[in-house]
Each structure stands twice: as structure tokens, then as C-alpha cells.
């Protein structure tokens, strides 16, 4: 189902945007890997085709987004198609108190603005594009669910970007509903056809993801220094990632984790806009009860 699809990767040179890439490239997807440093993307690009993988890289900025423009809309033009946008690109950084508010706000600005500019654009540039679907995923954290320390620019951040998220999905269900009463009322569209017609409107889906601390590359050095606890495995973060592609979950919002004493968790989250910030899950899967984070350090 992901074979010959094309996906732009956000943050896709390295982390949990390179683990998704990889992925989709594997499975017979053609990957843009988007990222700032075109070392980093040349080395991942040369990973993926040593794997047999179809991939292409693009030197930008996510928070230039006339530049990211420009790059989505040459590769709908070159493929005819985008049906994948992993909106992943973000950092980490511990800020407190002592944090000079402008390094705070230049952080909300990478993590919040630019990916929740990037689903706006997204969002009403495809919103009517009657011959391509696009599913936007969007890589948050679990700092987006709950109060955390020392996360005074990355928690609000997160925070804020979800929050975005389910409001472009609000807006275009209102207009995406408009379109259908007014069917109606013009007799074009029964009342027991909605559900259909619905889904024929929907042009954009929306797809987000959670992950508590993950095991990459780069965080694994604070993993043996014990500076960050129970992180999951990339490769668990990576295989939620493509299951939420593939709609085989049961909501589209899904936080994934480790937990001392049941393993990795997924747990599915309301991926209504109704039901946004409503603290009750939908439901709690231990996807491996044998896992504990020691064994990534062997």
C-alpha cells in the first residue's frame, strides 16, 4: 500500500525522520529527505540506496517557508503526486527559569511555527486537489500531553502545535460539511450518502504522533550517562509511524513509550477535534512486554 507513493520527510537525515524514511523507502515509497545540512542528507541518501531504497535530498530550512514551498510543490510537479508529508523537523532543548526568553521563543518558533505554518500550507494548498489525497504526519511528543521540567520552550511548543493541528482539521471539516448540506439541500446528495461523500472531499488527512523518549543515534549518549530514563526503541517509534500511514490503528493519534513494568506501549489518543485534550484514552496496547531499555546499550 505504500509502494509507489511519495513522501517528503521532514528533520529525514538522521533520528526518528530517517527511521521513517527508511521505512517507507523500503517498502517501495519515493522519499525526499528534507533537512538543513547536506552532509547529513548525502550520507542518509546513501544509506537508503545502498538498501535499494528511492530517495532525493533537499537542502532547506523548514522555518523558510517559501523555500518549502518551493520544494513541495516541485515534487507534486515532478511525481504528479504527494501523498506523504512527515512533518518531523523539531528539536529538544532543556530551558529553565535562568533560560534568556529570547532562546525560548527561538525554540517555540522552530518547533511550533514552522511545522504548524507547514500543515496550514499543506493543509489548504491540497484541501481541493480532487486527484491526490495527502496524509500529513506529524511527529509531537508526549511534552504535547502533559506539564514536563525544564520544557519552558519546547513544552508550549508542542503543546501549541497540537492544539494548531486540530484546528486546520476542525476548519476543514466545517468546510468539507458545508459543501455537503448544501448537496443536499439542492437534492444532489441523499442524507445516507454523506458518510461516502465525506470521505470523497477529505483531501487531506491528519496523523500524529507521540513519542516519549526515543533511543536514536544522538540521544544515546545521554541514555548511558543516565541523563534521560526509559526511552523506547527507534525501531518501535518507527513501526507505530508506519502503521498510522497505513491505517491500521484505531485512532490517528497515537502516543508510544516505554514503561517500567509493561514493556512499549502504544496508546491510542481521541483523533476527534471534539475530543481534543480530553484526557481519557481510547484504548492501551503493550506492543512488547519482554523489552527493557538496557538492552540498547549492548
Not at 517509534?237 to 517500567?260: C, H
Amino acid at each position: 500500500m505504500l509502494e509507489n507513493k511519495v513522501a517528503i520527510v521532514t528533520g529525514g537525515s538522521e533520528g526518528i525522520g530517517f527511521g521513517i524514511a527508511s521505512a517507507l523507502a523500503s517498502k517501495g515509497t519515493r522519499v525526499y529527505l528534507v533537512a538543513r545540512t547536506l552532509e547529513k542528507l548525502e550520507k542518509a541518501k546513501e544509506r537508503i540506496t545502498q538498501q535499494g531504497g528511492k530517495v532525493d535530498i533537499k537542502s532547506a530550512d523548514i522555518t523558510n517557508i517559501e523555500s518549502m514551498k518551493e520544494i513541495v510543490e516541485n515534487v507534486y510537479r515532478d511525481n504528479g503526486r504527494l501523498d506523504i508529508f512527515v512533518n518531523n523537523a523539531g528539536a529538544w532543548k532543556g530551558q529553565s527559569l535562568d533560560t534568556p526568553f529570547d532562546d525560548i521563543w527561538k525554540l517555540v518558533e522552530f518547533d511550533m511555527k514552522a511545522p504548524y505554518q507547514l500543515a496550514h500550507y499543506l493543509s489548504s494548498r491540497f484541501r481541493s486537489e480532487k486527484e491526490n489525497t495527502l496524509k500529513i504526519l506529524t511527529v509531537s511528543s508526549q511534552a504535547a500531553l502533559q506539564v514536563m521540567d525544564i520544557g519552558l520552550g519546547y513544552g508550549p511548543a508542542k503543546m501549541g502545535l497540537t492544539a494548531g493541528l486540530f484546528h486546520l482539521e476542525n476548519e476543514l471539516r466545517i468546510e468539507i460539511e458545508g459543501k455537503i448540506d448544501e448537496e443536499i439541500k439542492r437534492g444532489l446528495l441523499k442524507e445516507e450518502e454523506k458518510e461516502q461523500r465525506k470521505e470523497e472531499l477529505s483531501r487531506v488527512k491528519f496523523y500524529r504522533l507521540y513519542p516519549n523518549t526515543v533511543a536514536t543515534e544522538k540521544m544515546m549518549e545521554a541514555i548511558r550517562k543516565n541523563q534521560v530514563q526509559n526511552p523506547v526503541s527507534l525501531e518501535a517509534v518507527v513501526n507505530t509511524a508506519i502503521d498510522l500511514l497505513l491505517d491500521k490503528t484505531p485512532t490517528r493519534d497515537v502516543r508510544i513509550g516505554y514503561y517500567p513494568g509493561k514493556g512499549i506501549v502504544r496508546t491510542y489518543l481521541p483523533s476527534n477535534p471534539d475530543d481534543f485534550y480530553h484526557p481519557a484514552k481510547i484504548t492501551e496496547e503493550i506492543v512488547d512486554p519482554d523489552f527493557i531499555p538496557e538492552d540498547l546499550l549492548k
